[in-house]
């Protein structure tokens, strides 16, 4: 079992709609929670972090569930600008493993 | 200019070939890291360093070395490189706190 799974996608969406991802993460010991965008063939790029009580940056809102050990990422109003790929990430609290997991992502299209 | 630079940015190389990858930075940061992409497979750790005399095998280290020459730079060696190589190749660096990672541009290397 991977220690992170997320859905491949693609997510096909018309612009203005609202997307939710959601990550399942099988670690209990897992301390810190990311969500990370990246574009076709670019380095991945922080986009936020995941709170125990929810956050919203924007039209984004991340979300943690940890007894059921999932995260989520809700999109508003999407834009073309949103299409990429989005990844998934949870860091350990078991300091032997001083890194990050990352998912294999979900992709997102946005269509006009 | 980046923070952090990769070189070179694609290689074609055949089996047997010995390459090295180069990572610099110019941030200031201690931690810096390789990994490896697979489609379908997300980013997997091959390297991480969090001093100049401190290296750490990551989850799939075999086949790869690396080399901290100073704070700024992380080199990433292929001894003998073999087809199941190939891949997206990304240095990132990070803080002490390790919550946020700042990624290079990729090496995209093909091993024939």
């Known amino acids: 079992r991977k220690e992170v799974e997320q859905d491949p996608g693609p997510f096909n969406v018309p612009e203005g709609a609202t997307v939710a991802f959601n990550c399942t993460y099988s670690?209990?010991?897992?301390?810190?929670f990311f969500w990370y965008r990246q574009d076709c063939r670019k380095e991945p790029k922080l986009l936020m972090s995941v709170y125990s009580s929810g956050n919203e940056d924007g039209r984004f809102t991340a979300q943690l569930n940890r007894a059921s050990q999932y995260i989520s990422l809700l999109i508003r109003d999407s834009k073309l600008s949103d299409s990429a790929t989005y990844l998934c990430?949870?860091?350990?609290?078991?300091?032997?493993?001083?890194?990050?997991?990352f998912g294999s992502g979900t992709r997102l299209q946005v269509q006009p | 200019d980046a923070d952090v630079t990769q070189t070179p940015r694609n290689r074609i190389t055949k089996t047997g070939k010995r390459i090295m990858l180069e990572c610099s930075q110019t941030?200031?940061?201690?931690?810096m890291y390789w990994y490896r992409q697979d489609p379908g497979l997300g980013l997997r750790l091959i390297y991480y360093?969090?001093?100049?005399?401190?290296?750490n095998k990551g989850e799939i280290s075999d086949g790869y070395s690396v080399s901290r020459q100073a704070q700024a730079k992380f080199s990433l060696s292929l001894e003998s490189a073999i087809p199941n190589q190939t891949a997206l190749y990304f240095c990132?660096?990070?803080?002490?706190?390790?919550?946020?990672?700042?990624f290079g541009p990729g090496t995209r290397l093909t091993v024939l």
């Open positions: 990430v949870v860091k350990l609290m078991d300091t032997g493993r001083r890194a990050l997991t």
């Open positions: 670690n209990s010991a897992s301390q810190s």
């Open positions: 941030k200031g940061h201690d931690r």
């Open positions: 990132a660096i990070g803080t002490g706190g390790g919550n946020e990672q700042f």
């Open positions: 360093s969090f001093d100049v005399k401190d290296i």
